[in-house]
């Protein structure tokens, strides 16, 4: 989706924004590995709190909170970490560029142009109606101009980078691995989960998204390291993982999913006392995963090239 030129002269820039994302590059050597959370973008417009019903800590459920911080130390064993900086309310990264929902506008989008998929059609989509509980977000439509606004600042750099990395490893080393990382809420905020629930989902759509062996490997080491682990149920993936994922083309994506429950108070929206014992593990898990893959590869890590 683009904006005319036309459009544009009716846009309100935000001249306080921050950049579409954060990119954390190795610190020594490069690695086939990119980590990726679209999630824990923290930053709310002022013209998108004034539309919302919800204050900024009822905006914030919707973030994977802290979990650019978990994974922050991938760069000192080789993995590129790119964040995102605007809030999940306000954008879904992890969602198509035209996965809309035309009700949402005023005037209407044209359907004919849209994804309506069942993510949209919950309240979900590229920009979201509701947070995860089901309370809207909105005190009501937004002009149509807000959905190409939305998409060509935030979605479409943040995107582009994303490739461009992928792009970058795949001529580097032959191979290309996206970890793409997420939270999710506990059992007692999921009735979908048993009493207890897993520690970690790993989602590889249903291994279309990546190759089986690194799935396998994933699983094995968090299980030794101590997490209850769980493959695609009930997250297989969202859209980069089936995006970007391409096996065939040495392109593999993995989504992971981290309990909040094990390193944050969900409701108070703060880190556990244990936050950095779960960040030590899932370093130690992510190396690992990296060196186990590299040797199974038979690669060589390479000077750090300009990100």
């Not at 690695?31 to 709190?49: N, Q, W």
């Not at 009493?195 to 759509?205: A, E, H, Q, T, Y």
């Not at 593999?252 to 014992?277: C, G, K, W």
């Amino acid at each position: 989706m683009t904006t005319s030129n036309k459009n544009t002269s009716l846009l309100v820039m935000d001249s306080n924004a921050p950049p579409p994302y954060l990119l954390r590059a190795p610190e020594r050597n490069s690695s086939p590995f990119i980590f990726a959370a679209p999630h824990s973008g923290r930053y709310y417009p002022p013209d998108f709190r004034a539309r919302s019903v919800l204050d900024t800590s009822g905006l914030q459920r919707s973030e994977d909170a802290f979990v650019d911080h978990l994974f922050e130390d991938v760069t000192k064993i080789g993995g590129a970490l790119l964040v995102a900086t605007h809030a999940r309310s306000y954008l879904d990264l992890n969602r198509a560029a035209n996965e809309l929902d035309t009700t949402m506008f005023t005037p209407r989008l044209p359907p004919q142009k849209l994804n309506n998929s069942h993510r949209v059609k919950v309240g979900l989509g590229l920009i979201p109606r509701i947070i995860a509980e089901g309370v809207p977000i909105y005190k009501g439509p937004l002009p149509a101009r807000e959905a190409a606004k939305r998409v060509d600042t935030v979605h479409t750099p943040y995107h582009r980078k994303l490739a461009q990395l992928l792009t970058d490893r795949l001529s580097q080393f032959g191979v290309a691995y996206l970890i793409d990382c997420h939270s999710m809420p506990s059992e007692n905020r999921n009735r979908q989960f048993s009493k207890r629930g897993p520690d970690i989902v790993l989602g590889d759509s249903w291994g279309g998204a990546c190759e089986r062996e690194l799935t396998s490997q994933a699983e094995q080491i968090f299980i030794d390291a101590g997490f209850r682990v769980r493959r695609n149920i009930p997250y297989s993936g969202g859209y980069s993982t089936v995006h970007y994922g391409n096996p065939a083309q040495n392109v593999h994506a993995l989504q992971i999913e981290v309990n909040r429950a094990i390193y944050m108070d969900e409701a108070r929206q703060t880190p556990l006392s244990d936050f950095q014992l779960v960040k030590d593990s899932l370093h130690s898990v992510c190396k690992i995963l990296l060196e186990r893959t590299q040797q199974r590869l038979n690669l060589q890590t390479i000077p750090l090239a300009a990100e």
